[in-house]
Antibody
Framework: EVHLVESGGGLAQPGGSLRLSCAAS????????MNWVRQAPGKGLEWVSY????????YYADSVKGRFTISRDNAKNSLFLQMDSLRAEDTAIYYC??????????WGQGTLVTVSS | QSVLTQPPSASGTPGQRVSISCSGR????????INWYQQLPGTAPKLLIY???QRPSGVPDRFSGSKSGTSASLAISGLQSEDEADYYC???????????FGTGTKVTV
């Protein structure tokens, strides 16, 4: 059974940093492209970032470009999101999700990031 | 346009049919497959329809999808109370090199 578990969320101050992790199990992690998607409180879904199978290709939403860095460790079946220069508008639940032929097949339960002083 | 446009809400009585539209452009819906996600209250989104009109295993055939040009739609027939949720369309956008979500539609039964 596919299992994605996010961790690393919490309270951060504006301008601060957080590193999110996503632990994958139940499937061949290195055969799936991966994404981060977020959802601000009471708002819709927003795609954040994409990473290719080997990690050589990454894409970011304009709202996080230059501040967030996506990476993966296929040996450890893990996905990461380094978030720097955090802003209040980054407050959201962050989900990791597998991408297969343009659909986000499997999602984690999400981790809440709150940016506030 | 950096989002796909959906109506904010839709409603129906049990057994009725509800349809949700999704409007985009050539670089997203016009060039790539459309997917639909269902988000029940307090839960993570779940893939509902993929590749325009395909249902993952376990999704009832009451849910159907279609696409024409730069628009798509999701239909729910035989509406049930457990269908109360938020529904999002989504597609890859070749111009943005990113995944675009629709604005979301809240379905009330």
């Amino acid at each position: 059974e596919v299992h994605l578990v996010e961790s690393g969320g919490g309270l951060a101050q504006p301008g601060g940093s957080l590193r999110l992790s996503c632990a994958a199990s139940g499937f061949s992690f290195n055969t799936y492209e991966m994404n981060w998607v977020r959802q601000a409180p009471g708002k819709g879904l927003e795609w954040v970032s994409y990473i290719s199978l080997g990690g050589s290709t990454v894409y970011y939403a304009d709202s996080v470009k230059g501040r967030f860095t996506i990476s993966r460790d296929n040996a450890k079946n893990s996905l990461f999101l380094q978030m720097d220069s955090l802003r209040a508008e980054d407050t959201a639940i962050y989900y990791c999700a597998t991408l297969w032929e343009q659909q986000l097949d499997y999602w984690g339960q999400g981790t809440l990031v709150t940016v506030s002083s | 346009q950096s989002v796909l446009t959906q109506p904010p809400s839709a409603s129906g009585t049990p057994g009725q049919r509800v349809s949700i539209s999704c409007s985009g452009r050539t670089s997203n819906i016009g060039s790539n497959t459309i997917n639909w996600y269902q988000q029940l209250p307090g839960t993570a989104p779940k893939l509902l329809i993929y590749k325009n009109n395909q249902r993952p295993s376990g999704v009832p055939d009451r849910f159907s999808g279609s696409k024409s040009g730069t628009s798509a739609s999701l239909a729910i027939s035989g509406l049930q109370s457990e269908d109360e949720a938020d529904y999002y369309c989504a597609a890859w956008d070749d111009s943005l090199n990113g995944y675009l979500f629709g604005t979301g539609t809240k379905v009330t039964v």
